[in-house]
T-cell receptor, first 108, second 118 residues
Framework: AQKITQTQPGMFVQEKEAVTLDCTYDTSDQSYGLFWYKQPSSGEMIFLIYQGSYDEQNATEGRYSLNFQKARKSANLVISASQLGDSAMYFCPNKFYFGSGTKLNVKP | GAVVSQHPSWVICKSGTSVKIECRSLDFQATTMFWYRQFPKQSLMLMATSNEGSKATYEQGVEKDKFLINHASLTLSTLTVTSAHPEDSSFYIC??????????????FGEGSRLTVL
């Protein structure tokens, strides 16, 4: 199985501030995709952002951006202007394998 | 985006009974679907890969006879928890890719099914 490492079990951020969630891959694939998902307490999985490993520019989707450093095999998620509704679990799977995730709590 | 529907959302059953969970791709054909199990406050653990027209591929440590998976058509995969026991209580969630999974294809998830075995 491909290994995914999310080193932050839990994170706190003040509302309206930016936060970075870490993710590193251990893969030998030459071409791969980087994905981030959000899982609120309701349990649904919500797709946030995608970037291909050969994409030259980091992906951005609204308040979400992906900071991809290929040599380090890291694909960190940056959430700008945090909102209370951002409180959730966040996952960066490698293909269909999920790491431990990061629990983000946004404080008012 | 593509839609995956999972049913039932909640199910409570008695110990020893079997429970079937359905996962349907509503607007695309899914030759592959993935079944996950998630314990409270933990990550998604891949149980098996469901393949249309062939046997499912189970992850190591997952009991094939306990968790029966059938991919009957290009839009339907089912997970049957046989002879359920309280330790099988969990959140089960399915997903399907529309493209090359992990390369260009994001995963579309069902709503999940919360199983409680009494």
């Amino acid at each position: 199985a491909q290994k995914i490492t999310q080193t932050q079990p839990g994170m706190f951020v003040q509302e309206k501030e930016a936060v970075t969630l870490d993710c590193t891959y251990d893969t030998s694939d030459q071409s791969y995709g980087l994905f981030w998902y959000k899982q609120p307490s309701s349990g649904e999985m919500i797709f946030l952002i995608y970037q291909g490993s050969y994409d030259e520019q980091n992906a951005t989707e609204g308040r979400y951006s992906l900071n991809f450093q290929k040599a380090r095999k890291s694909a960190n998620l940056v959430i700008s202007a945090s909102q209370l509704g951002d409180s959730a679990m966040y996952f960066c799977p490698n293909k269909f394998y999920f790491g431990s995730g990061t629990k983000l709590n946004v404080k008012p | 985006g593509a839609v995956v529907s999972q049913h039932p959302s909640w199910v409570i059953c008695k110990s020893g009974t079997s429970v079937k969970i359905e996962c349907r791709s509503l607007d695309f054909q899914a030759t592959t679907m993935f079944w996950y199990r998630q314990f409270p406050k933990q990550s998604l653990m891949l149980m098996a890969t469901s393949n249309e027209g062939s046997k499912a591929t189970y992850e190591q440590g997952v009991e094939k006879d306990k968790f029966l998976i059938n991919h009957a058509s290009l839009t339907l995969s089912t997970l049957t928890v046989t002879s359920a026991h309280p330790e099988d209580s969990s959140f089960y969630i399915c997903s399907a890719p529309t493209d090359r999974v992990g390369v260009t294809g994001e995963l579309f998830f069902g709503e999940g099914s919360r199983l409680t075995v009494l």
